[in-house]
């Protein structure tokens, strides 16, 4: 038994030395390097991370385009050029779609002007209470793709 076990060892050394040659096959350097020690920020409490630029550069999008929250996180819009808004009012467009339960939000009121826009440098900001996904929409520009989305993690 310990014999031929033995020899199959061998063997299968063996054939690994013959097949692999003496070349050592490139790659030593890509070994060594596990993530430095950066395991996630979770950062304290309230973030200033979770901002959305709104149509940077005068590009008709949310940037980002999605974005993830937890809940209890509030959510900064920049207006960073004019004729914009945010809503997240599920009967004003159709692309709004918000969590069963969730409240709607937006730069106007509920029932508001849909097309009612704010300056650049404005800021918005809405504090999510309700996980899921929330898919919102500059008014003026939904059907030019401009559409953002905010997934709030539990
Ligand atoms: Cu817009």
Same mark, same amino acid.
């Given at each position: 038994?310990?014999?031929? @076990?033995?020899?199959? =060892? ?10 692999? +040659?003496?070349? /050592? ?8 390097? *596990? *993530? ?5 920020? /979770?950062?304290?409490?309230?973030? +200033?991370?979770? @901002? =959305?630029?709104?149509?940077? /550069? +005068?590009?008709?999008?949310?940037? $980002? ?7 209890? /996180?509030?959510?900064?819009?920049? !207006?960073?050029? $004019?004729s #914009? ?13 918000? $969590? ?6 937006? *730069? ?6 849909? !097309?009612?826009? =704010?300056?650049? +440098? @404005?800021? !918005?900001? #809405? @504090? !999510?209470?309700?996980a899921?996904? %929330?898919? %919102?929409?500059?008014t $003026? #520009? ?13």
């Open positions: 038994m310990l014999k031929s @076990t033995g020899a199959a =060892v061998a063997a299968t050394m063996l054939a690994g030395c013959s097949s692999g +040659g003496d070349g /050592d096959d490139g790659g030593d350097s890509e070994s060594e390097e *596990t *993530t430095a020690g950066d395991d996630g920020g /979770d950062d304290s409490g309230s973030s +200033g991370e979770n @901002t =959305v630029a709104v149509s940077p /550069d +005068g590009d008709l999008n949310f940037k $980002p385009e999605e974005l993830t929250v937890s809940v209890g /996180d509030t959510v900064t819009w920049d !207006f960073q050029a $004019p #914009h808004n945010v809503s997240a009012w599920p009967d004003m467009q159709d692309k709004i779609s918000i $969590p069963d339960g969730a409240e709607g939000f937006g *730069t106007m009121e509920k029932g508001g002007e849909a !097309f009612a826009t =704010v300056d650049e +440098g @404005t800021t !918005f900001e #809405h @504090t !999510f209470e309700t899921g996904e %929330y898919t %919102y929409v500059c $003026p #520009h939904a059907a030019s793709g401009m559409v953002g989305t905010i997934v709030v993690e539990e």
